[in-house]
Structures are given as structure tokens and as C-alpha cells.
């Protein structure tokens, strides 16, 4: 070597000398590996790692319902792993952290875009990854389950199912539109009616239910409201309902109904209910001077508009021909609208009337068996990312027991079951269980 190049040999030695030993990526428990290149994804997820917690579905959010903000995936892999790294779609590596024998890692997803996103995961350094998962960001489909009272007073086994429905679907929410006619029905001892308002107020409070209003004009709430019963046209009985129970709501005018409403808030009130917000007609007999009184009311959310190919029982009444009329274009699909002062369908002229129509596209428990009700659910939600929120809804009558069997809470427990595999909670799906009223929120 000539003495001209001696002190080059010698700076580079230095640089030797001082430079880190490497680390190698495949057992660093450290960050992220220094080479940032993504793994290809594996042709199968290798069943040697156990994965849990991997979204399917994650929520984009709405003015009710905030974004998925975030999933925890937790791995138990073999023996001599030491470092893992997650790839969510094509962003910057993130590394897991030991806990244990696990490895765990919270992902931050409120920035993905709606549509479709995979994760994958790999031991860092490899050249391919053990696990990838597809799941995807979309709207919600809101469960609106609600009850009609169309009688003054249930059995205590009717009530009991409430609550057993509450246990077994610990999400569920139920709209219970109450018929005032428990208040105004002297049959109705006055001691049985503080235990209904004490059931109702209990559910409200331990459950987060709602308690609305349901209406049969039957004759003891009308002339409690000072008005004259009347008798006719009913749904059901050409001759007439001296009841009153069975005839058209459309029969009264909305001066009538701003009377009669006015007295159900104030038993609301007096009860200890507060204001009622939501409502569904006697027999879905909703006609636009009721709509408009219930506006006049303080009410903001209907479900009157029915799925009323469903009620092929009553076909020849005119409880069949008058749905069938009326809420024509009503279908498994529906979904909330806001009628006008021309149209209690979508669609109508002239300005809308301030109140929200939640169509009842899953009619009531009566009316359908499990597998369509499945079906019912299917059709809002055939997969994929939900680009707009829907809505099913669906629910049963609370009633005496000859009109309210085992067999209906069966069927309900069944259909509860099969949402619930697809909770937004859980990442599952898009589903998430409201109040009636809250659907005003997001419609």
C-alpha cells in the first residue's frame, strides 16, 4: 500500500469499528422492521396462530351512531415468535406488542374510507404473512322493535317475555307503544294499572326503551276525551265495532285527534311516562288529518306505513283492502320517509308535514315466520358495506293469552338470535337496535 492511500484505510476502519451490530427483523421484539416492505398475503390463514377479534363489518357513523373507532386483534402464535406486525390495507406496518404469551395491537380505523379493506398479519421479517381477514366499512342497519297495545291490560307472562327477551339479547331495544285505554278502561283496576306503569317505567330505565303511543279509537279513551264514540267503518265487522276498538282512525277529524292526543300526553305526564314521541295507528288505519294532529301534538316519528302483503289472514276484511290500499308501494325495503301535506307516501307534493314515517317492513311476529322475517333482514342487508343507514323493523302485540302465544316469542327469540350474529358492537355487521324516536336523528 502507498502512503498516499494509508489514511483512507485508516478512516474506513473507523467507520467499521463504530458502526451497530444488525438486529434481525425476524426476532427483534422491538418497532416495525426496519425494511418496510408489506409481506405478500398468505394463500391460507396458518392455523398455528390463533387470531382473535379480526372486524367484519365497521361502522362509518351518522348523526346517531358514532364511527368504529377502533378494534383490538389479540394472537397467540407458536413458540419462538418474538415480533408480529399488522398491514392494514396498504398503510404503514404497525407492530404488536407482547403480552404474555399473546401479542396484541389496537388499530385505529376511524380514518378508512367506506368500502372494502383486508388486514394481514406476519412475523416480522418473513416474506409472507400468516393471516389476512377482508372486512369492510359501511352504514348502519337499525333495528326498530316495537309493541302494540291493543288492549287495556296484558297478561304478567306477556310482560315476562319482555324481560326475557331483554336477557337473552342484552342490545335490544323495544318501543312500547302503550294504548291509553289501560287509563281510561274502568275494567282496569286502578292497582293494576300502577303495575303496568311500573313495569313500563322499569324497562325504560334499566333497558333504555321507549314508551310511545298505540291507538284503537276505542269508545272508553274517546269519551274520556269528551268526544262521541263512533262505531263505524271498522276493519273488521261490516255491521260495525260498539266497542270502537276496530274502526278506522280516519273516521275522526284532526280536530278530533288534537282532543284525544292532547289527553294521552297528559296521562303520559300524569304517570310518570313523560312526553310520547312516537306512534303507530290502530290497524296501520293512519290518514294524513291524524298525521297532521299528531304534529300538532309534539309527535315526530310514525310507523303506520306496513308490509301489508303480509297479512294474507285477513284477506276478504277490510283491514286487508284498506292496508293493501293505502300503503301500496310498502314492501320488505322500506325504509323512512317524510310524508307531505299532499301524500302520506314518499313522494308527495307540497311541504313536508314534520313528522318521520318508519315504514313497518317487518309487519309483527303475527304475520310471518322465522325464515321470512331472516329473509326480510337479508334484503336490507344482502352483505358488503351499507352505503346509506336502513332500517327493519318489526315487533308483536302484547295481549291476553288467547291472542298471544309461546309460539310468537319463540319465533321473535329466533329472529333476535339471527341479528344478533351481526352486531356492530362486536364488528360483526351493521346492526345496532334503536328507539323509534331515535330514528328522527338519522332520517
Known amino acids: 500500500m502507498t502512503r498516499s492511500l494509508w489514511p483512507l484505510y485508516l478512516f474506513a476502519i473507523g467507520l467499521w469499528l463504530a458502526a451497530p451490530a444488525c438486529v434481525d427483523d425476524a426476532t427483534d421484539s422491538g418497532g416495525a422492521g426496519n425494511a418496510n416492505t408489506r409481506p405478500q398475503d398468505p394463500a391460507e390463514n396458518d392455523p398455528a396462530f390463533a387470531v382473535a377479534g379480526a372486524p367484519v363489518y365497521l361502522l362509518a ?16 402464535p407458536p413458540s419462538g415468535v418474538t415480533a408480529i406486525d399488522l398491514w392494514l390495507d396498504d398503510a404503514e406496518v404497525v407492530a404488536l406488542t407482547a403480552d404474555g404469551a399473546e401479542f396484541a395491537v389496537t388499530a385505529n380505523v376511524a380514518a378508512l374510507a367506506r368500502g372494502n379493506h383486508r388486514l394481514m398479519l406476519a412475523v416480522r421479517g418473513a416474506t409472507q404473512g400468516f393471516y389476512r381477514a377482508d372486512f369492510v366499512k359501511g352504514d348502519a342497519l337499525y333495528m326498530i322493535i316495537s309493541t302494540d297495545w291493543d288492549f287495556p291490560d296484558v297478561d304478567d307472562r306477556v310482560l315476562d317475555h319482555h324481560e326475557e327477551l331483554h336477557g337473552a339479547h342484552p342490545e335490544l331495544k323495544i318501543t312500547h307503544l302503550i294504548g291509553p285505554y289501560t287509563f ?9 294499572r300502577d303495575e303496568i306503569v311500573a313495569w313500563a317505567i322499569a324497562m325504560r330505565d334499566a333497558h333504555g326503551d321507549e314508551i310511545g303511543l298505540h291507538v284503537h279509537p276505542r269508545c272508553t279513551f274517546v269519551e274520556a276525551a269528551g268526544l262521541p264514540c263512533l ?11 260498539p266497542s270502537g276498538y276496530t274502526v278506522r282512525l280516519g273516521a275522526y277529524s284532526r280536530e278530533d285527534w288534537n282532543v284525544m292526543f292532547t289527553l294521552a300526553n297528559e296521562i303520559w305526564s300524569d304517570v310518570g311516562f313523560g312526553k310520547p314521541t312516537s306512534f303507530r295507528a290502530g290497524a296501520w288505519t293512519l290518514e294524513l288529518s291524524t298525521a297532521q294532529a299528531l304534529v300538532d301534538t309534539g309527535f315526530v316519528v310514525d310507523s303506520s306505513a306496513v308490509n301489508w302483503p303480509y297479512m294474507e ?3 276478504g276484511y277490510d283491514l286487508y283492502t284498506w292496508n293493501q290500499e293505502h300503503w301500496g308501494p310498502i314492501g320488505d325495503n322500506s325504509q323512512p320517509y317524510h310524508p307531505t301535506e299532499d301524500s302520506l307516501l314518499a313522494g308527495g307534493g307540497g311541504a313536508e308535514i314534520g313528522l318521520l314515517e318508519v315504514p ?5 311476529v303475527d304475520y310471518w315466520t322465522v325464515e321470512e322475517m331472516k329473509s326480510i333482514f337479508d334484503s336490507n342487508w344482502p352483505g358488503g358495506a351499507l352505503e346509506t343507514p336502513r332500517q327493519v323493523s318489526t315487533g308483536f302485540h302484547p295481549a291476553p293469552e288467547q291472542y298471544y302465544s309461546k309460539h310468537e ?24 337496535y334503536i328507539n323509534m324516536s331515535d330514528a328522527t336523528k338519522v332520517w
Do not use: C, H, I
Open 61 to 76: 357513523g351518522d348523526n346517531l351512531t358514532p364511527a368504529t373507532a377502533s378494534f383490538e386483534l389479540r394472537v397467540t
Open 184 to 192: 281510561t278502561d274502568p275494567a282496569v283496576p286502578q292497582a293494576r
Open 231 to 241: 262505531t263505524e267503518p271498522s276493519v273488521q265487522s261490516p255491521a260495525g265495532d
Open 313 to 315: 289472514e285477513w284477506l
Open 360 to 364: 313497518d317492513n317487518g309487519v309483527m
Open 409 to 432: 316469542f319463540e319465533s321473535l327469540d329466533a329472529f333476535f338470535t339471527y341479528a344478533d350474529q351481526f352486531l356492530a358492537s362486536k364488528t360483526a355487521g351493521p346492526v345496532v
